[in-house]
């Protein structure tokens, strides 16, 4: 049976109601995620075995919360307890990560104080088929690029497959080093990718011939992607498949490439959003769903585009949408 590993860093999210709300009420709801733990969560969601690294501080709250991640049927035995914080942000309600108003509070946590050469990599990677992690973790500190660089390197040498989000937060990169200078030997290693143009040409130097969606049309989108796509795929080797997201005004889409094959989802209208974050997560965790199962292309894309969507309509990090549910929704889909 494959088992994927879902590598980062578990984050608090607080969520205040601004103008004074958050204050007056004395209150702020609290979510627990993290782009590689709310794959995990999807993944669990939709009955894929998942395991679930990190590092928390060993005291009771974190005995609660791995006692709420593995009651979603993640298995937990990865989990290092060491160091002293959880990581943490604030995202004020309605707002999107890739918005200003992000602040993070992350340094000195558990996991951003993991150390090279430390981790046990036979005991954490054994089992494992699927090995996922993000750009977040290597925006953290040159350890924990380090660290990413020792799991992609056991996890080749164990045939494992390697898939990467590109997200990109400008803000998490202040230790000195460019993205560029980091990210592409990582993605070396990588076979599935998802990102989207800007994203991509922050992270690996693959310029985009579009600056922004806006004022373009569904087909220069589509167009830039493709060329976008053949430099990673001229310049990573090991990346077998490609996958892009356009979060548009008023839709939604993705393009996919797997091998010489390109496939576009339907363009979903976007409705009345409640939580940006974790849509593209839910996307993530559709792709390798998708891939593990070996679905049609289009299916595969059509549903992490569905699942991305969905979440958009969910308060919270990670999505609890089933299988089912969201197959409901592609099938009624006009």
Same mark, same amino acid.
């Given at each position: 049976?494959?088992?994927?590993?879902?590598?980062?860093?578990?984050?608090?999210? *607080? !969520?205040?109601?601004?103008?004074?709300?958050?204050?007056?009420?004395?209150?702020?709801?609290?979510? $627990?995620?993290?782009?590689?733990?709310?794959?995990?969560?999807?993944? /669990?969601?939709?009955?894929?075995?998942?395991?679930?690294?990190?590092?928390?501080?060993?005291?009771?709250?974190?005995?609660?919360?791995? /006692?709420?991640? %593995?009651?979603?049927?993640?298995?937990?035995? %990865?989990?290092?307890? !060491?160091?002293?914080?959880?990581?943490?942000?604030?995202?004020?309600?309605?707002?999107?990560?890739?918005?200003?108003?992000? $602040?993070?509070?992350?340094?000195?946590?558990?996991?951003?104080?993991?150390?090279?050469?430390?981790?046990?990599?036979?005991?954490?990677?054994?089992?494992?088929?699927?090995?996922?992690?993000?750009?977040?973790?290597?925006?953290?500190?040159?350890?924990?690029?380090?660290?990413?660089?020792?799991?992609?390197?056991?996890?080749?040498?164990?045939?494992?497959?390697?898939?990467?989000?590109?997200?990109?937060?400008?803000?998490?990169?202040?230790?000195?080093?460019?993205?560029?200078?980091?990210?592409?030997?990582?993605?070396?290693?990588?076979?599935?990718?998802?990102?989207? *143009?800007?994203?991509?040409?922050?992270?690996?130097?693959?310029?985009?011939?579009?600056?922004?969606?806006?004022?373009?049309?569904?087909?220069?989108?589509?167009?830039?992607?493709?060329?976008?796509?053949?430099?990673?795929? *001229?310049?990573?080797?090991?990346?077998?498949?490609?996958?892009?997201?356009?979060? *548009?005004?008023? !839709?939604?889409?993705?393009?996919?490439?797997?091998?010489?094959?390109?496939?576009?989802?339907?363009?979903?209208?976007?409705?009345?959003?409640?939580?940006?974050?974790?849509?593209?997560?839910?996307?993530?965790?559709?792709?390798?769903?998708?891939?593990?199962?070996?679905?049609?292309?289009?299916?595969?894309?059509?549903?992490?585009?569905?699942?991305?969507?969905?979440?958009?309509?969910?308060?919270?990090?990670?999505?609890?949408?089933?299988?089912?549910?969201?197959?409901?929704?592609?099938?009624?889909?006009?």
């Amino acid at each position: 049976m494959k088992k994927v590993l879902s590598f980062g860093e578990l984050l608090l999210r *607080l !969520s205040p109601v601004l103008e004074n709300q958050w204050i007056q009420t004395a209150s702020m709801p609290v979510y $627990i995620g993290g782009a590689e733990l709310n794959v995990a969560q999807a993944l /669990a969601k939709w009955n894929i075995p998942v395991k679930y690294f990190t590092a928390l501080p060993d005291h009771y709250l974190s005995k609660e919360i791995t /006692a709420y991640i %593995a009651a979603k049927n993640i298995d937990i035995s %990865a989990i290092q307890f !060491s160091g002293n914080r959880v990581g943490s942000y604030y995202l004020p309600q309605g707002v999107d990560l890739k918005n200003a108003g992000v $602040i993070y509070d992350r340094d000195y946590s558990s996991f951003a104080s993991l150390q090279p050469l430390t981790i046990n990599w036979n005991i954490i990677l054994k089992d494992i088929t699927w090995l996922h992690f993000s750009a977040i973790n290597p925006a953290l500190n040159a350890n924990t690029a380090a660290i990413c660089k020792e799991a992609l390197i056991e996890a080749r040498e164990r045939g494992i497959t390697i898939s990467i989000d590109l997200n990109y937060r400008s803000k998490l990169w202040q230790y000195g080093m460019n993205p560029v200078t980091i990210m592409p030997e990582l993605v070396n290693y990588c076979n599935v990718v998802m990102g989207n *143009l800007w994203a991509v040409e922050s992270l690996l130097g693959i310029r985009s011939v579009i600056k922004e969606s806006t004022g373009k049309t569904n087909q220069e989108l589509i167009s830039a992607t493709g060329e976008s796509m053949k430099s990673i795929h *001229l310049t990573f080797p090991s990346v077998t498949t490609i996958a892009y997201t356009f979060r *548009l005004n008023k !839709s939604y889409f993705g393009v996919m490439q797997h091998g010489h094959d390109q496939v576009i989802s339907k363009e979903i209208e976007l409705k009345n959003t409640i939580d940006k974050v974790g849509s593209g997560d839910c996307f993530m965790a559709g792709l390798i769903f998708g891939l593990i199962n070996n679905h049609p292309l289009q299916d595969i894309i059509d549903y992490a585009a569905f699942a991305a969507v969905e979440k958009l309509y969910e308060m919270g990090d990670a999505t609890s949408r089933t299988e089912k549910d969201i197959r409901v929704i592609m099938n009624g889909f006009k």
